[in-house]
């Protein structure tokens, strides 16, 4: 592991899992296809077409193979992935 990836994976304050759950992500009234690609108690990454995603958007990612629906909020945002911080789920 790159001395990088270390410094970060310290200062989570959750452990992450990697996983490849397909899900929809809600977002402003739209809805589209996406990826979970690891996930924490805090939070998760996923794979989207980040197009028109800011930081701060609420959205709700639903993963209906585990029946799990996660409310959050987007943290940061790149080509085509997110970082999202959970706010509940229900």
Known sequence: MSPTLKLLE???DFPRKRCKWTGLF?????????????????GCRIAV???????NDRVVIEVESRKLRFHGEIRWVRTDEAGIEFLFMD
Do not use: N, Y
């Not at 077409?49 to 930081?55: D, M, Q």
């Open 49 to 55: 077409k980040s197009k028109g995603l800011e930081p």
């Open 10 to 12: 310290e200062v989570r």
């Open 26 to 42: 809600k977002h402003g009234g739209t809805q589209r296809p996406c990826v979970v690609e690891d996930i924490s108690a805090g």
